[in-house]
T-cell receptor, first 116, second 111 residues
Framework: AQTVTQSQPEMSVQEAETVTLSCTYD???????LFWYKQPPSRQMILVIR??????QNATENRFSVNFQKAAKSFSLKISDSQLGDAAMYFC?????????????FGKGTRLSVIA | ETGVTQSPTHLIKTRGQQVTLRCSSQ?????VSWYQQALGQGPQFIFQ???????GRGNFPPRFSGLQFPNYSSELNVNALELDDSALYLC??????????FGQGTRLTVV
């Protein structure tokens, strides 16, 4: 079974600075999807960024980018120019590519605080 | 906005009771999954429905059951509630193995 590990329970960053959240995963599959979700106090999970394992290029969405190291099974999220609204729980998630819509496997999350 | 809505937002039940949580997905989303998120933890997969049939289940007992309806709504039913069932219950819908769209969750407290 796949597992996802987020080793940083809490992180903090100054407004306008850059922060990197870590995620590692364990799988025997060669193709899969990886995601970062943001969960603010409103509780709704919001997709931040997605990476397909077969793509070598790291995904980027505005201020959010990932460092995907397939051999190391590492998938870190970099947030540039941090804003107060970035404060939330961040979850790394894994999904197998098999047909039939496989479930997401989540890490335990990293709580990000943004300091004004 | 993800187009996925859940009701109710909060619920308090007594141990031993039964509860039904509801989810309304976006039109066209043929898959709905339910997750349990305990305080301070990541979401745990309960089960998944694809075109109204259960097609995947996590490590949860049979007293957790569900339904998916043709109108893109679904239910999570929990019988014989236990104190440990207190958690945030998240519904997620989608059309494939790309991203899932989540509702805002139902906070269930069992006393």
């Amino acid at each position: 079974a796949q597992t996802v590990t987020q080793s940083q329970p809490e992180m903090s960053v100054q407004e306008a600075e850059t922060v990197t959240l870590s995620c590692t995963y364990d799988t025997s599959e060669s193709d899969y999807y990886l995601f970062w979700y943001k969960q603010p106090p409103s509780r709704q999970m919001i997709l931040v960024i997605r990476q397909e394992a077969y793509k070598q290029q790291n995904a980027t969405e505005n201020r959010f980018s990932v460092n995907f190291q397939k051999a190391a099974k590492s998938f870190s999220l970099k947030i540039s120019d941090s804003q107060l609204g970035d404060a939330a729980m961040y979850f790394c998630a894994y999904r197998s590519p098999h047909s039939g819509n496989t479930p997401l496997v989540f890490g335990k999350g990293t709580r990000l605080s943004v300091i004004a | 906005e993800t187009g996925v809505t859940q009701s109710p937002t909060h619920l308090i039940k007594t141990r031993g009771q039964q509860v039904t949580l509801r989810c309304s997905s976006q039109s066209g989303h043929n898959t709905v999954s339910w997750y349990q998120q305990a305080l301070g933890q990541g979401p745990q997969f309960i089960f998944q429905y694809y075109r109204e049939e259960e097609n995947g289940r996590g490590n949860f007992p049979p007293r957790f059951s569900g339904l998916q309806f043709p109108n893109y709504s679904s239910e999570l039913n929990v019988n014989a509630l236990e104190l440990d069932d207190s958690a945030l219950y998240l519904c997620a819908s989608g059309t494939g193995n790309t991203e899932a769209f989540f509702g805002q969750g139902t906070r269930l407290t069992v006393v």
